[in-house]
């Protein structure tokens, strides 16, 4: 079952495109229709250029690749092949059509990966991919450690600010620690899973209506969706002691102390109607094993404010029997 939900946001989510359409003369084209296909999904997206040439369209799905055809009347149908969108910003095609007695389709191929220079910026922008999330190193699998390919990134801190003024969406809805009293985000510092994420942009103060609400840095993800192709992907990732140096130089630190952390998920995603209605889905399990409690009962009302407790053992098994006589309730053990 489908349940349509409004979320109210800020960030950007989507691509678009724009350009202008003129003839060999320099006049422009007014009435050229553009088509833009998302080829694995098959979505199709429209714009006519106005009376000056112009075009624009908006609410694209960021990635790729893109076909784009442009035809008019009396002039040979363009063909743009290997388009591929940034999150965020608007990726400029401008086009001289020639003329033509016949249909004559003529096909450019643009290339896999557009030039920063070729879209239309509005700040200081890093665009991170599926592609470059996979390749680099991250240790904690955390957001963090991705936007760090930003010149300006610290963490969560930007350009010196303060971490708890960066803005963090994840398909424009807010993923912010908004307690304020750390720069660390939910969850752990990984509120979804990065196998779930298709790109990250970083922006620093842009001057873009769509994106408000913080001071200086933001971090938009937007998460994957289905294709017209069936694809699934199992990962597992661990790590323990012996995979962490205890040696810098001649100076040894000793044993290291036991540690392991242990990460299964899996993606699956595909169509539900084709060229129409897709599903993507990501689960992911964590665990590691450690001391939930660390603090122990003292035996003479004495705190170490380390490891031991001021509460007495007694203190604690007069809780224990209270809670078992009066409610049923078995705290369990309190001495491991």
């Known amino acids: 079952m489908l349940i349509p939900v409004i979320v109210f946001g800020q960030g950007s989510t989507t691509s678009s495109m724009s350009g202008k359409i ?11 229709t553009v088509v833009a296909t998302h080829v694995p999904s098959g979505t199709i997206y429209g714009a006519t250029a106005n009376v000056q040439g112009l075009f624009s369209i908006q609410g694209l799905r960021p990635g790729g690749p893109y076909k784009v055809d442009i035809s008019f009347i009396g002039y040979s149908k363009e063909s743009f092949t290997d388009i591929n969108l940034l999150l965020g910003e608007t990726f400029g095609l401008n086009v001289s059509m020639k003329e033509s007695s016949t249909e004559l389709t003529v096909v450019t191929v643009v290339g896999t990966t557009p030039s920063k220079f070729n879209t239309l910026k509005t700040g200081a922008t890093t665009n991170i991919s599926r592609n470059q999330m ?24 930007f350009s010196g600010g303060d971490g708890r003024s ?10 912010n620690n908004n307690f304020g009293l750390s720069s660390n985000l939910p969850g752990g510092g990984n509120p979804i899973s ?6 990250v942009q970083v922006v ?12 200086g840095g933001g971090i938009n993800a937007i998460t994957k969706s289905g294709t017209n192709t069936f694809k699934a992907t199992a990962y597992t990732y661990y790590t323990n002691q012996n995979m962490r140096g205890n040696k810098i130089g001649d100076h040894d630190f000793g044993d290291r102390a036991k540690e392991s952390n242990s990460i299964y998920g899996f993606t699956v995603g595909g169509p539900i109607v084709k060229n129409k209605l897709f599903f993507f889905g990501n ?9 939930v409690i660390r603090w122990r009962a003292s035996q003479n009302g004495v705190s170490d404010q380390q490891t031991i407790s001021r509460v007495t053992e007694e203190d604690l098994q007069t809780v224990s029997d209270y ?12 001495k491991s």
């Open 22 to 32: 003129t003839n060999s003369q320099g006049e422009a084209l007014a009435g050229a």
């Open 134 to 157: 996979t390749m680099m190193p991250t240790i904690n699998r955390n957001i963090s450690d991705i936007s760090r390919i930003s010149p300006y990134a610290n963490g969560m801190s």
């Open 166 to 175: 960066t803005n963090f969406t994840v398909d424009g809805s807010n993923f």
């Open 194 to 199: 990065l196998d779930a994420i298709e790109e």
């Open 204 to 215: 620093i103060a842009p001057f873009d209506v769509r994106q408000t609400n913080f001071i």
């Open 283 to 291: 689960l992911e399990f964590e665990k590691t094993p450690q001391q």
């Open 323 to 334: 809670l078992r006589d009066k409610y049923g309730y078995e705290t369990g053990s309190f």
